[in-house]
């Protein structure tokens, strides 16, 4: 079973506006952590935000904020007033403690258009 | 701010040749990964290396990958026998401290092209 899900192969919204990403996980670790990257055309991975599953309050930085619902497993990205520069894959990944290696496994991303 | 280096950006290769892709981690940093992504796909662990061992790897790294630290700064990953499906980005990463909350600090990736 997959691990991470991102639905959405692909989204467009207007610059300004608000868009969600979404992401359902799927874990028996009571301790786990999930992380969201942006990888621009350019290549790189560049991490955006962390929310741990004992976080009380959702994780927000700047413009990117996670609706963590953790009885549904699911942890969406939103990324306020969408500006042009935000066009990238975006990857949902989780982090579970019991894992040996630590590792991060990643989903299958996003991609998220940008419209002027 | 410190980053992780990956050398070259891009290596193309002939199918049953050998490559190692190159990583300098950031100064003080202690947990090592490998990743790879295939083209428009997914990003895959492949290996997790702390403390000169491997601690853990994916059904990916098979006999044909290998990981070092030789020398205290640059972490390597070689494949012996490059095969075609092994094109793809390879991503170094790395981060300071075992636990939950630490992210993947990525290299740029090298891109490999197995023709």
């Known amino acids: 079973a997959q691990k991470i899900t991102q639905t959405q192969p692909g989204m467009f919204v207007q610059e300004k506006e608000a868009v969600t990403l979404d992401c359902t996980y799927d874990?028996?670790?009571?301790?786990?952590?999930l992380f969201w990257y942006k990888q621009p055309s350019s290549g790189e991975m560049i991490f955006l935000i962390y929310?741990?599953?004992?976080?009380?309050q959702n994780a927000t930085e700047g413009r990117y904020s996670l609706n963590f619902q953790k009885a549904r497993k699911s942890a969406n990205l939103v990324i306020s007033a969408s500006q042009l520069g935000d066009s990238a894959m975006y990857f949902c990944?989780?982090?579970?403690?019991?894992?040996?290696?630590?590792?991060?496994?990643f989903g299958g991303g996003t991609r998220l258009m940008v419209k002027p | 701010e410190p980053e992780v280096t990956q050398t070259p950006s891009h290596q193309v290769t002939q199918m049953g040749q050998e490559v190692i892709l190159r990583c300098v981690p950031i100064?003080?940093?202690?947990?090592f990964y490998w990743y790879r992504q295939i083209l428009g796909q997914k990003v895959e662990f492949l290996v997790s290396?702390?403390?000169?061992?491997?601690?853990?790897k994916s059904e990916i790294f098979d006999d044909q990958f290998s990981v070092e630290r030789p020398d205290g700064s640059n972490f390597t990953l070689k494949i012996r026998s490059t095969k075609l499906e092994d094109s793809a980005m390879y991503f170094c990463?790395?981060?300071?401290?075992?636990?939950?909350?630490?992210?993947?600090?990525f290299g740029n990736g090298t891109r490999l092209t197995v023709t």
């Open positions: 290396f702390y403390n000169n061992e491997i601690s853990e």
């Open positions: 990463a790395d981060r300071p401290e075992w636990g939950i909350n630490s992210p993947l600090h």
């Open positions: 929310q741990g599953s004992y976080d009380q």
């Open positions: 874990t028996s670790d009571p301790s786990y952590g």
């Open positions: 100064s003080n940093h202690l947990y």
């Open positions: 990944a989780m982090r579970e403690e019991n894992n040996a290696g630590n590792m991060l496994t």
